[in-house]
């Protein structure tokens, strides 16, 4: 951390430390709780030109040789603008990367809880995050979401529903985001379906296919892409409820007291996700351009033009709990208070409520053959 960010985040009333209060959304003394203002910038979201960051590495990598694995020497000096150093350590038990706090003594890891050592940590290069969403959902109303959320889960067995999770073990997380910008060009060809009732039943019918062609288009904005491995990107990737309104400009300010986890996907794989993503809703705007009843895509010819990115980092509180020796990862989104994650089925559940469609089918039937006549 640079002295100015060291300066900031001194209390000016005893000289303490101050961190970020989600709750107050100002920093604050966690002696004297006195609190101070975060400066707030409002400016125009700035992206960055993806094809020229492309081109610069693939001239010289920085950003994507795997900077965050590799030791960087406090005197081996900064080779963009862009990049900012900080100290990081592995879990050996999980194998989750995060910063760490070099003032801060005993710390553990915010995925499996394993102590971490302070031996271990060494210094790396990153891309400084363009943006930041600052917690806004207390710590405090964690357990009760969650308490909501796993019982909720009918399926799961009756002993994870009635798990329990104290608001302590739910630690704070700033994890990082790409997002992608691109205008879309696509051109189609395939097959439009439409229903025709059979007349001598209602039952019966058959589709009429027309061969069909076109071009849609549509600008993507802010594709999020999650830049971790350390939770189950299925489960991040359902986390979409973020409102641009809700960024700001990057500050260290808003990072006090919480733990940040490096990207261990650069901005160039990153791409490649996001081009999936897009793919899938465009296939979706083709079926919709198409029209009919039914849709078939024969070939799409997908184009991006202008096409942006920037890093961002976004609040969680991460917690997980054990079953039958598996651990299942929860995340709350700390802006929202929305619960995600994975919980186990219960085959028996299962298996009777597949019972319960079957005999409502057989059911069905029966009454219509048998009574209604």
């Given at each position: 951390?640079e ?9 000016p009333?005893?000289?303490?430390q101050?961190q ?7 920093l ?6 006195a609190?101070?203002e ?12 993806y094809?020229?960051w ?12 795997g900077?965050q ?6 005197t081996?000096?900064?080779e963009?603008?862009?990049a ?11 194998g989750?990367t995060?910063?760490?706090?070099p ?16 031996n271990?940590?060494?210094l ?7 943006y930041?969403?600052?917690f806004h959902?207390?710590?405090?109303e ?11 889960k ?13 608001n ?7 994890l990082p985001?790409w997002?992608?910008?691109?205008m879309?060009?696509a051109?189609?060809t ?9 007349a ?6 058959t589709?009429?296919?027309?061969p069909?062609?076109?071009t ?9 892409v999650p830049?971790?491995d350390s ?9 979409c409820d ?9 500050n ?15 901005f160039?794989k990153?791409?490649e996700?996001a ?10 705007l083709v079926?919709n ?8 895509i ?14 961002l ?12 020796n ?18 186990p089925?219960?085959?028996i559940?299962?298996?009777l409520?597949i ?7 057989w ?11």
């Open positions: 951390m002295q100015d960010d060291k300066r900031q985040l001194q209390c009333s005893c000289g303490g101050m970020y209060s989600p709750e107050a959304g100002k604050k003394c966690i002696y004297c709780e609190q101070q975060i400066p707030h910038i409002d400016a125009a979201i700035v992206e960055n030109d094809e020229e492309l081109e610069r590495e693939t001239i010289k990598p920085f950003f994507t040789k900077a694995t590799a030791e960087a020497p406090e081996e000096n900064i963009s603008d862009d900012k150093r900080v100290l990081e350590v592995t879990c050996k038990q999980c989750a995060t910063t760490f706090d003032h801060v003594l005993a710390q553990r890891c915010p995925f499996c809880d394993t102590p971490l050592e302070n271990q940590a060494h790396v290069q990153f891309w400084e995050p363009n930041v969403v600052p959902f207390s710590q405090k964690c357990a009760r979401v969650f308490k909501k959320w796993i019982r909720g009918w399926f799961a067995p009756n002993v994870v529903r009635r798990v329990e999770i104290n302590n073990r739910f630690k704070g997380m700033y985001y997002t992608y910008d691109a879309m060009t051109q189609y395939g097959k439009r379906g439409e229903n025709i009732a059979s001598d039943s209602d039952s019966r019918r589709i009429r296919w027309y069909v062609s076109g849609v288009s549509n600008f993507f904005d802010d594709v999020l830049a971790v939770i189950d990107r299925s489960v991040l990737r359902e986390v973020w409102k641009v309104e809700d960024y700001r400009t990057y260290p300010a808003y990072f006090a007291g919480f733990v940040t986890q490096i990207y261990t996907l650069d160039i990153g791409f996700l081009k999936e993503v897009i793919r899938a809703r465009t296939e979706e079926k351009d198409i029209g009919g009843d039914e849709q078939r024969h070939t799409l010819d997908i184009t991006l033009e202008d096409k942006k990115f920037k890093l980092v976004l609040p969680f509180w991460v917690t997980s709990f054990r079953y039958k598996k651990v299942y990862q929860v995340v709350v989104n700390g802006m929202t208070g929305k619960v995600y994650g994975k919980s089925l219960s085959a559940k299962v298996m409520f019972l319960l469609l079957v005999a409502i089918v059911g069905y039937f029966y009454i219509r053959d048998n009574v209604l006549i």
